[in-house]
């Protein structure tokens, strides 16, 4: 007979310990989605090496309990917890759901009540019990059959509690654990306990006396004159702390535990949620599409395999898919081509392509018109085939992109299902996952091909009238288009990388880490292991004495923004801080970019994602340089690594200056705003004299700080807290720059009114060039969901519109070139800055024409304003 197992897990702890175990990652939705993350990993552990029978996750039903009748100070001074986990909570909810996965939470009482009372419940039924949590207080329900497992490093170590365990580690009982908290109190709970004790006293009185109650019946017996006072005057708060730390195991939970049997995931759910929250590696861990997919019949095709290209095979208007499995097109093989026009539809393998003079002609003729998919990827691969691609006149991924951004688009199936087409596979299913994908016969492979171009043949009329009713053609037709074509030439032509530069740089960073290293032990007055938060935390806090400004459940946090807020205190604190930027410099970057250079050319040929991000911003991968860390020195110097790829040419940047704090000037009509840039102020400083009520002359550089964080916050939809962490100020402080800063800018705070009240009237909103992003969440019955989408409206238009710009400008930069004769070429566009490669003899004609496209790209309330620089490597041109 199967083992009863049951697992029970803290769901608060493990949502908080994920949220501040991982950086603040967000989806290409904007959405964060750490703790998420985090949570799902562990989870996903659990189920694997616990194989549970039955299971339940415990959630915290509100912020009062039964506790605080007993002491109503009981977890006074927590902090509010912070919007950005908090909009996390549903994903938690949902992921569970489609895991089918029970969550409970109990009126009057915390998730470790639920834990413990289930936990004894089973107990007595026959289970084996094992619970998951971060709180070291639930090492008290441990016993023979339970066994209770403590997250510590990152999210899915986990060190586990059982009474052997806890006799070795503490020298007590698990029922002694109560004991130990109600002398030595709990910080995070805010159980006072005794001042003065702390773990190892508490462990020492607990060896001798065994209970709290010997203790204080026997405190003439204890030695030291002041633990002794201590004791006799906290002799109440010690005994309340002990009933406060003590877990209830007789809480009126509802249910049976037959009730909460695991019957396993469902796929589906799991899948659509881990796309929708764009957790990429995970989905492919499980395993496969939904078998409905994979068994669904689908409409008979008839098409033609040709083996002798010629001319009569292609018309006036075709459908053409160019299929490439791997991500990194760059460096992998066409697997074929398909065709569909009034003619057929048609199979070309690539042999028969390549050699065929007619398929050249056709591809290369510009009267003959294209529908295609990803039109940078089809031109970029036939590029590396001498092919140029011509005559593109509809992009199927930019269209459906366009209609509505926040739908995931993994291939050309995923589109088609939106509209009810089922007569294509998706790639998944057709070609396998992970170990299991492979590319089949030529026969199931031509239909395949020939499935996706005729699905695009379909609905192209849709898409396009679509696109058409949202007033977004022209976006499509006369910016993304180009745009996917420059893009195009720009990834084909890449960027040379100055090898030797690198690995200079790379030992330079090697010595210095050394010399910092070393450095660090002086100060600390012995040798330890640097990247051990236990073990710094042992030296910072214990050894030197610094404030202990955050603990987590397994010690003291040595976090960045711990850091950050110590770096005064001591010396040695700014020396760790530098040691991490530099290993993560030398890691990331310097390694990461030595990898993916291309062994012939010297260059890298980043990717640019021009479907992917809601606000219509592009991003880089393989390698991103949109993320090199330029604030450090360190950091800027990896742009000396990247040259022009011609003798006696030089590197040309040009930068919007604060193009996102115009946008907003020109899209909230703020009359202050629109005056300080039209006078060409320095508008950190107008706004720090605003907030803070003082003139220009009194603005200190930390008032500008402070301002300029605001400005920017503002944009970004920042938070009380996300400005507290910035800025290293409380929470209520950062509120009240923030009412400040609406009350000085009045235009401002109407248009954020203003937007949220029309998101909520259409559902989305729009930028100046009509892109869209549908907002469904923002009339969400959950406040914490509600209140992210409000925050989105406010800052897409701004965003999206900004992205725009640059993106219009890159058209007029390459129509501009093109009729000066230039021979100047776009290399790269980073956030809000192009950069280009060009000959030394071309650099006055580019002071001129860059800056008067640029800045004449669109027509703004405000001026837009555009810095440029140049120099033998981009470093140099800064």
């Known amino acids: 007979m199967l083992e009863k197992k049951l697992v029970l897990i803290d769901g608060n702890s493990i949502a908080y310990r994920a949220f501040f175990a991982l950086p603040l990652l967000n989806n290409e939705k904007g959405v964060h989605t750490n703790a998420v993350y985090g949570f799902t990993m562990m989870l996903m552990k659990i189920l694997e090496d616990e194989k549970p029978t039955h299971i339940l996750v415990a959630f915290d039903a509100g912020k009062t309990t039964f506790r605080h009748k007993t002491y109503s100070e009981y977890k006074g001074g927590r902090q509010k917890t912070p919007p950005e986990l908090s909009e996390q909570f549903p994903f938690i909810r949902e992921l569970l759901d489609a895991f089918g996965i029970p969550q409970y939470e109990l009126e009057n009482y915390e998730a470790d009540d639920i834990i413990g009372t289930l936990s004894k419940r089973a107990e007595k039924e026959g289970f084996q019990v094992k619970v998951i949590s971060g709180d070291k207080d639930l090492t008290q329900l441990c016993s023979e059959k339970t066994t209770v497992g403590i997250t510590r490093k990152g999210i899915t170590d986990i060190e586990e509690y059982t009474p052997d365990h806890i006799k070795e580690k503490y020298g007590l009982t698990p029922e002694q654990i109560i004991d130990m908290k109600g002398l030595m109190g709990d910080a995070s709970d805010n159980i006072p306990g005794v001042p003065g004790v702390g773990e190892k006293t508490a462990i020492k009185l607990l060896t001798e006396f065994k209970s709290v109650e010997n203790l204080l019946n026997s405190i003439d017996q204890v030695t030291g004159k002041k633990l002794k006072e201590k004791l006799e005057e906290f002799k109440e708060q010690a005994l309340m702390s002990k009933e406060l730390a003590r877990i209830t195991t007789e809480a009126p939970v509802d249910f049976e535990l037959m009730e909460i049997e695991y019957e396993g995931l469902q796929k589906d759910k799991v899948i659509k949620l881990f796309k929708e929250l764009a957790f990429h590696s995970l989905l492919d861990k499980i395993s496969g599409e939904s078998e409905a997919e994979e068994t669904e019949p689908m409409e008979e095709i008839e098409f033609e395999i040709v083996s002798n290209v010629q001319s009569h095979i292609f018309a006036d208007n075709n459908v053409f898919y160019v299929e490439v499995l791997e991500d990194n097109y760059h460096y992998a093989d066409i697997i074929g081509f398909s065709v569909v026009n009034e003619k057929g539809k048609f199979f070309i393998s690539v042999e028969n392509a390549l050699k065929s003079e007619a398929f050249r002609e056709w591809a290369e003729d510009e009267t003959k018109k294209k529908t295609v998919y990803d039109a940078k990827r089809s031109e970029v691969v036939l590029r590396h085939h001498q092919i140029h691609l011509k005559g593109v006149e509809f992009d199927f991924l930019l269209a459906s992109y366009i209609i509505n951004p926040s739908e995931s688009i993994d291939d050309i199936a995923s589109i088609a299902k939106r509209y009810n087409f089922t007569s294509v596979q998706s790639d998944e299913a057709f070609y396998g996952k992970g170990a299991k994908r492979k590319i089949p016969d030529e026969e199931k492979l031509a239909e395949h091909l020939v499935r996706k171009a005729a699905a695009m043949e379909a609905l192209k009329e849709k898409l396009e009238l679509e696109l058409k009713e949202n007033q977004q053609y022209e976006l499509f037709k006369e910016l993304e288009m180009p745009l996917s074509l420059i893009l195009a030439d720009m990834e084909y032509q890449g960027v040379k990388i100055d090898i030797n530069r690198l690995r200079e740089m790379g030992h330079e960073i090697n010595e210095q880490l050394k010399e910092i290293e070393n450095k660090i032990y002086d100060l600390a007055g012995e040798k330890f292991n640097i990247n051990s938060p236990k073990q710094l935390g042992v030296i910072l806090f214990e050894k030197l004495g610094l404030p202990v400004m955050k603990k987590t459940k397994t010690g003291y946090s040595t976090s960045a923004d711990v850091l950050e807020k110590l770096e005064h205190e001591h010396e040695i604190v700014r020396e760790i801080l530098h040691y991490r930027q530099l290993g993560k410099l030398q890691s990331t970057y310097i390694e990461g970019l030595l990898k993916v250079v291309d062994p012939k050319t010297n260059k890298v040929h980043t990717r640019f994602n021009q479907a992917l991000t809601q606000t219509g911003r592009l991003s880089s991968t393989d390698p991103n340089l949109q993320n090199i860390p330029i604030r450090l020195e360190e950091g800027r110097k990896i742009r000396q690594a990247f040259i022009p790829s011609e003798k006696d040419w030089v590197i040309f940047a040009a930068d919007y200056s604060q193009i996102e704090l115009r946008v907003l000037a020109h899209i909230a009509n703020d009359e202050k705003l629109i005056q300080a840039f039209k006078e060409d102020l320095d508008i950190h400083t107008k706004t720090a004299m605003e907030v803070f009520h003082v003139e220009k002359e009194e603005v200190t550089s930390n008032m500008r700080r402070h301002a300029k964080a605001v400005n920017f916050g503002i944009v970004y939809g920042i938070s009380d807290y996300g400005l507290s962490q910035s800025l290293g100020i409380t929470r209520k402080e950062a509120a009240k720059f923030i009412e400040r800063y609406l009350e000085s800018y009045p235009g401002v ?128 041109a800064k």
Do not use: C
């Open 749 to 876: 705070k109407e248009y954020m009114e203003e937007i949220v009240k029309d998101a909520k009237q259409k559902g989305y909103v729009s930028t100046i060039l009509h892109r869209r992003r549908y907002l469904p969440e923002i009339t969400s019955r959950n406040y914490n969901v509600r209140s992210f989408a409000e925050r989105t409206a406010m800052n897409t238009p701004i965003q999206g519109s900004a992205a725009d710009i640059i993106k219009k400008a890159m058209i007029d930069m390459a129509e501009r070139l093109k009729a000066e004769g230039l021979k100047t070429r776009l290399l790269l566009q980073v956030h809000d800055e192009l950069i280009f490669e060009a000959p030394k003899d071309e650099i006055e004609k580019l002071k001129e024409i860059v800056p008067d496209v640029m800045e004449n790209a669109v027509e703004l309330k405000v001026p837009l304003k555009v810095d440029y620089s140049f120099g033998p490597t981009w470093f140099d």
